[in-house]
């Protein structure tokens, strides 16, 4: 199975700041990584595909970027509603593995 | 607007087999190119993949519960179900179904249930 590794786990920032949350795949997985965001008692929901694909309906202040085993995910001016968990996942081969999460709280 | 919803019992009894169907809304199982899956989050954890299959049959497990796992698909009724086979404590979660786009991540989601394994 590919081991995907985020970090930080957790993070605290303000309204207004931009945060960065890395996602390290164990082999590479060239672009086949995706983001998702998940608010307490809700389903995730995709936010980035194939490693820099803005989703449908999805506000341009997220932002993906990476290639091989290296990825980011950049979330500028956060807004109120970012604060949640984040969470990568490879699509390369299966088992689809997912990162631990990210927890993003408001400082 | 596609809309996927879980549906089966919440509790199940240790070394049972725990069974959900997801019964997907607003577009067809069968006319479209994607894969149908299934998703489970413990209490408090992440996210592990379980599996999915296509609209012919072709499935994929994950290999830590491949011996345990049957995914089906049922296209006169627009649903595909999942079973987990003697299960344990460890088995407990919240289960999702969902839309996978091969490669592109999983775009539709159901709301998710939780199943708790319990005597």
């Known amino acids: 199975d590919i081991q995907m590794t985020q970090s930080p786990s957790s993070l605290s920032a303000s309204v207004g700041d931009s945060v960065t949350i890395t996602c390290r795949a164990s082999q590479s997985i060239s672009r086949y990584l995706n983001w998702y965001q998940q608010k307490p008692g809700k389903a995730p929901k995709l936010l980035i595909h194939?490693?820099?694909g803005l989703q449908s309906g999805v506000p341009s202040r997220f932002k993906g970027s990476g290639s091989g085993t290296d990825f980011t995910l950049t979330i500028s001016s956060l807004q109120p509603e970012d604060f949640a968990t984040y969470y990568c996942?490879?699509?390369?081969?299966?088992?689809?593995?997912f990162g631990q999460g990210t927890k993003l709280e408001i400082k | 607007q596609l809309q996927l919803q879980e549906s089966g019992p919440g509790l199940v009894k240790p070394s049972e087999t725990l069974s959900l169907t997801c019964t997907v809304s607003g577009g067809s199982i069968s006319s479209s190119s994607y894969y149908w899956g299934w998703i489970r989050q413990p209490p408090g954890k992440g996210l592990e993949w379980i599996g999915n299959i296509y609209n012919s049959g072709r499935t994929y497990y994950n290999p830590s519960l491949k011996s345990r796992v049957t995914i089906s698909v049922d296209t006169s009724k627009n649903h595909f179900s999942l079973k987990l086979s003697s299960v344990t404590a460890a088995d407990t979660a919240v289960y999702y179904c969902?839309?996978?786009?091969?490669?592109?991540?999983?775009?539709?989601w159901g709301q998710g249930t939780l199943v708790t394994v319990s005597s």
């Open positions: 194939v490693a820099a």
């Open positions: 996942q490879q699509s390369y081969s299966t088992p689809y593995t």
């Open positions: 969902a839309r996978d786009d091969y490669g592109g991540g999983v775009d539709y």
